[in-house]
């Protein structure tokens, strides 16, 4: 029985795109916070959050400051703060900083600040938001701070952020449907060029890239519903069980059954959330044995059961 399973699995080809399911899962939602052309000297403190900014210089060389640290940011830079850490942006290193959220008030009423003699600079601020209830090892296998330098004109990344600035324009506003949705298309091509671009990953990028490892998750991720066990995860891969539990945990930081166990959650409370399948409908989608069985499971994990869940989403909308 071991074998014919292990063996379908193995003959089955699969283009399935486990970094698309993640992102697809978490529902990652992009916004822009600031557009505005700007006056030497300028500068904006931003406070610490959970969620990933970004920078992009559309005009004009800056400087971002985190910690002790600090790089330079040249016209077609795009820098990324994945964790959402406190940091600065500004002209030049000692230039006074004031507070974004101050900054993008005055925009909105009409005031921008730093508008004062000859325009030095373009750029456009960026956040994305997530379900942070979900855990998931892509969020912590990024560094704290991501720069893409020398973005040719007709990259698709480019042509993302024109789209989005030339939308900024026409409709003089910065927060539309056409807006959030190509900002997290951009959000998207960063990750991928992320990962496209750097030959020393870590965490869950490290795992996409191992042929095996790579196996492994694709067959989670395609495939959740399944009544995993190590011995068929392994045989599939043609891993031992102990190879396979050390390099998986080594890579991710979890060992595979706990990271199918989180998976299994993370889907579930989406599926919650976004869709009107009954409990034991979900269930049957994820590999959980019976709706009884995933209620527990599901508080255990998340502190209310699903029916809790729904009942508090019902009364916030």
């Known amino acids: 029985m071991l074998k014919n399973v292990a063996h379908q699995l193995k003959c089955t080809t699969s283009e399935f795109n486990v970094l698309d399911d993640v992102i697809n899962t978490l529902r990652f939602r992009g916004s822009i916070f600031f557009h505005s052309n700007l006056a030497a000297p300028w500068g904006m403190s931003l406070s610490s959050i959970v969620m990933p900014r970004f920078h992009i210089a559309l005009q004009g060389h800056f400087y971002v400051g985190a910690g002790t640290s600090n790089i330079t940011v040249e016209p077609m830079d795009i820098v990324m703060i994945p964790g959402g850490d406190m940091h600065w942006i500004a002209d030049e290193i000692e230039s006074e900083l004031v507070p974004s959220e101050q900054a993008g008030d005055a925009c909105s009423l009409g005031m921008p600040l730093f508008q004062q003699g000859k325009i030095t600079n373009k750029i456009m601020c960026g956040i994305v938001e997530y379900d942070e209830a979900i855990e998931h090892p892509i969020l912590s296998a990024l560094p704290s701070i991501i720069q893409l330098s020398n973005i040719q004109s007709n990259d698709n990344i480019w042509m993302t952020v024109k789209l989005i600035d030339a939308e900024i324009i026409r409709t003089n506003n910065k927060k539309n449907s056409i807006i959030d949705r190509l900002t997290e298309v951009l959000f998207i091509q960063l990750l991928n060029s992320f990962m496209e671009k750097n030959e020393h990953l870590s965490g869950f990028f490290s795992a996409l890239k191992e042929p095996r490892l790579n196996k492994i998750l694709q067959l989670i991720h395609q495939h959740p519903q399944r009544q995993w066990t190590l011995d068929i995860i392994s045989d599939v891969v043609g891993m031992s069980r102990a190879t396979l539990q050390r390099k998986f945990k080594a ?67």
């Open 251 to 317: 890579a991710i930081g979890l060992s595979p059954m706990v990271y199918i166990s989180r998976w299994r959650m993370a889907k579930a409370y989406q599926l919650l959330k976004h869709s009107n399948l009954s409990l034991e409908g979900i269930a049957d989608v994820i590999g959980f044995s019976d709706a009884r069985t995933l209620s527990h499971a599901f508080k255990d994990h998340y502190g209310d059961t699903p029916s809790q869940f729904r009942k508090k989403l019902e009364r916030l909308l």
